[in-house]
């Protein structure tokens, strides 16, 4: 019940970690009725105490490391994050930039890696339904690092 509960309803939280928007459109088209991904309960919500997923975008900028690890924080368990964008995933354009972190991973644990610049919103929807393959098997998956 728990497992079909999950699956059923992927509530996700998007954070803007210092993207150029790029991505961040990507990803809003993924979810808007072109594709229509709340046909599998997959959703935005404004809060991170009602979401299961973290999607990211950008590279950490200094001035966003502290609200990504608040925000990240304050998903309840179990909880995954995944990278949308070159920039999320290795610092991309920005790497090794004054200003930023690079990756995502220098700053929380990430599950999943989509690159891309920006990836194609049916990446962002793969991206999504592979994490969801996964947990219906029943079992929390172990996608640390895996890239698409
Ligand atoms: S990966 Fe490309 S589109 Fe996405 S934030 Fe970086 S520069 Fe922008």
């Known amino acids: 019940m728990v497992t079909w509960s999950r699956v059923k309803s992927p509530w996700l939280i998007h954070m ?9 459109i990507e990803i809003l088209t993924a979810l808007a009725p072109k594709l229509d991904a ?3 309960g997959v ?3 404004g809060s991170p105490r009602h979401a299961d ?3 990211c975008t950008g590279p950490v900028t200094d001035k966003m490391k502290i609200a990504v690890v608040k925000t990240y924080e304050q ?14 995933s290795s610092g ?3 790497k090794n930039s004054y ?3 690079d990756g995502v991973d220098n700053v929380i644990p990430v599950d999943l890696y989509i690159p891309g610049c ?11 339904a592979m994490l969801l393959e996964k947990l219906s098997s029943g079992k929390l998956p172990d996608l640390k690092g895996e890239i698409l």
């Open 53 to 55: 997923i973290m999607i």
């Open 38 to 40: 709340e046909r599998y």
């Open 92 to 94: 991309g354009i920005y």
């Open 75 to 88: 998903i309840p368990n179990p909880k995954f994050v995944v990278v949308v964008g070159s920039c999320g």
């Open 99 to 101: 200003i930023t972190l």
């Open 16 to 24: 803007n970690t210092g993207s150029c928007n790029g991505c961040d």
């Open 43 to 45: 959703k935005l919500v």
């Open 118 to 128: 920006p990836p194609k919103p049916e990446a962002v929807f793969f991206g999504i």
